[in-house]
């Protein structure tokens, strides 16, 4: 495999630049070509004169493009020439599906796109460009890896070089599209891609809560109107100055291990717009950073792909980073890997998106950078160590913002810490370490709202025969010693997947998902003979009564807590020590 990357200017036009390629030994040799261009400029015109000059010379290279964010501020230096990257593929191939947007469903789009990368040879890695900044592709890439979840997606949202004025593109050899999606498919059994990103902003405060969106617009958060939380924090007002202020201050969305940025693109009266949806009921922190903690984050993960050894790397970045770093910083993100990997592809976008079976999705403030190979038998190059003196910073040599930015990020550790600690003392009983009634009922909400069909979720109430003799004979401590080890023999028997909590006193609850009523029943009766089986000394024999019913559609908290009562009446009332269900 080999890259290759030109910059067009007036001395390195783009005639000579397809010349050079087109007499390259390596593209005559190759299995299949493929030309990525990152174009600053965004008239139709000027694009198709372009493609019509790359096919009459290379026929046949396969080409997908798109058109890039301009500057968005007067200090941001963006990308002014065009840039032609080559890969040359000695063994794999690449496949483009494309598709217009504009009068086609999303769904079918990305259900089309995952049958055919189905059925092509060895998918390893989708390079995905969309046009259109209300366009979020973020469907139409679940759909495509529904059944290939071991490809990653990868690429960005084209921008426009008036980043005020949508005139996204999107290009291939075959069509230009203003609101359309491109996945370049790369195949092979010998081709090995490596993903990685970088994201480097950290929570800061407290945690808040989207509660009005629609289609991409967050109209309030914390039941305030949205742009608020910026003019309430930072002293952002929803005027000219709005993105250029908050794209330092995005917005940090929890995913996983992983999380995600998020940054206001425009604003609408009070309402804030994003490039892609952040639903109601979306956690959500401020965030911010330092320019150490984001080229730290990088030069870790451009030795990372050192080792990788890669023969082609693409990088998408967020001008975001470029804003709040500046320009001398942001082009040594680049620099490291360039270190490894001169030849590199890059571009800006709207959003970057890097989509793995570890999470991701249409991202911001972000530097994401993807690796190629072709297996060989070749032993490859030592490469050394990169090292950056400058961020080995003397403490007395830290600026005071630095400082600050520190005392704050401790103290939101600090409040976030206390905020979770706080939380799992509402949510869990302190004796068995259980989810206590609140949380108990807060779940059962969940489930009986979302009830699609009959007898899919059964639900089990026990609790112990004749307790209160147990506490006046043996005392209190005692009792809490047998209501602890009954969780946990209850929890050893149950699945992970269920939920059992303390209702209160000497009673508990077990929420079965995805379990009819004789699949409980099965499992009650497992329950009540572990129990009379255990131990319990200095308790000579323990037993307990158990009632079940299974959840109905539309049901009721009223009707469904009625019948669970009376199943666990009939099971006292007919002798204790046993299960009985309605």
Not at 348 to 370: H, M, P, R, W
Not at 461 to 485: A, C, Q, R
Request: glycine share 6%; hydrophobic share 35%; net charge neutral.
């Amino acid at each position: 495999m080999l890259q290759r990357s030109f910059e067009i200017t007036k001395s390195q036009t783009l005639k000579k630049v397809l010349k050079s390629i087109a007499q390259m030994d390596e593209y005559k040799a190759a299995n299949d070509r493929l030309i990525v261009i990152n174009e600053p400029e965004c008239k139709r015109k000027f694009i198709e004169k372009e493609l019509e000059e790359i096919k009459k010379v290379l026929p046949e290279a396969k080409i997908v493009g798109m058109t890039t964010l301009g500057p968005l501020t007067p200090q941001t230096i963006a990308q002014k020439n065009t840039a032609i990257s080559l890969m040359l593929f000695s063994k794999s191939t690449v496949s483009i599906l494309e598709a217009d947007c504009h009068d086609q469903d999303q769904f079918k789009i990305g259900a089309l796109f995952g049958q055919k990368i189905q059925g092509m040879d060895h998918p390893q890695g989708a390079y995905c460009i969309s046009s259109c900044a209300r366009l979020c592709p973020d469907k139409i890439i679940d759909l495509a890896r529904n059944g290939n979840e071991d490809v990653p997606v990868f690429g960005a949202q084209a921008g426009s070089k008036n980043a005020n004025v949508d005139e996204s593109k999107i290009f291939t050899h075959n069509a230009i599209y203003e609101m359309g999606v491109v996945f370049a498919v790369f195949c092979g059994k010998e081709l090995e891609i490596t993903t990685d990103f970088n994201l480097g902003w950290h929570p800061l405060g407290s945690e808040h809560l989207v509660t009005e969106s629609s289609n991409g617009l967050v109209s309030k958060i914390d039941g305030k109107p949205a742009a608020d939380l910026y003019k309430k924090y930072l002293g952002v007002y929803t005027d000219e100055t709005f993105y250029e202020h908050t794209c330092a201050f995005p917005l940090l969305v929890p995913s996983g291990n992983h999380p995600v940025a998020k940054v206001a693109i425009g604003f609408e009266g009070s309402s804030m717009m994003f490039s892609t949806g952040l639903a109601a009921g979306t956690k959500v922190y401020l965030a911010y950073s330092k320019s150490e903690y984001l080229l730290k984050d990088t030069l870790s993960s451009a030795n990372k792909m050192r080792l990788f050894h890669p023969e082609a790397v693409m990088i998408f970045a967020c001008m975001n980073r470029r804003i709040f770093m500046g320009n001398e910083n942001a082009d040594k993100e680049f620099n490291y890997y360039r270190q490894v990997m001169p030849e590199l592809c890059w571009s800006y976008g709207y959003g970057e998106i890097l989509q793995t079976k570890d999470g991701g999705g249409i991202l911001n403030s972000t530097f994401v950078a993807i690796g190629f190979r072709e297996k060989s038998k070749k032993k490859p190059k030592t490469i050394p160590l990169i090292v950056d003196e400058s961020l080995k910073v003397k403490p007395d040599a830290v600026p005071l913002a630095d400082r600050l930015v520190s005392f704050l990020e401790a103290t939101s550790e600090e409040l976030h810490n206390t905020i979770l600690q706080l939380e799992n003392l509402a949510e869990h009983d302190q004796l068995t370490g259980l989810y206590n009634r609140r949380k108990l009922n807060e779940i059962l909400s969940y489930e009986l709202n979302k009830r699609h069909k009959e007898d899919d979720l059964s639900v089990l109430m026990f609790d112990i025969d004749w307790f209160k003799n147990i506490n006046d004979t043996y005392g209190h401590s005692e009792g809490d010693h047998v209501l602890v080890k009954l969780s946990k023999l209850v929890s050893e028997t149950i699945r992970s997947c269920d939920v059992l909590g303390r209702w209160g006193g000497e009673e508990f609850i077990c929420i079965l998902s995805n379990t009819p009523l004789k699949g409980a029943q099965i499992l009650a009766e497992r329950i009540r003979k572990k129990v009379e089986e255990a131990d319990f000394s200095p308790v000579p024999k323990l037993t307990i009564s158990l009632g079940i019913t299974a959840v109905h559609v539309n049901e009721t908290h009223e009707s469904f807590f009625l019948r669970l009562d009376k199943a666990l009446y009939d099971a006292k009332k007919s002798g204790r020590n046993r299960t009985c269900s309605r």
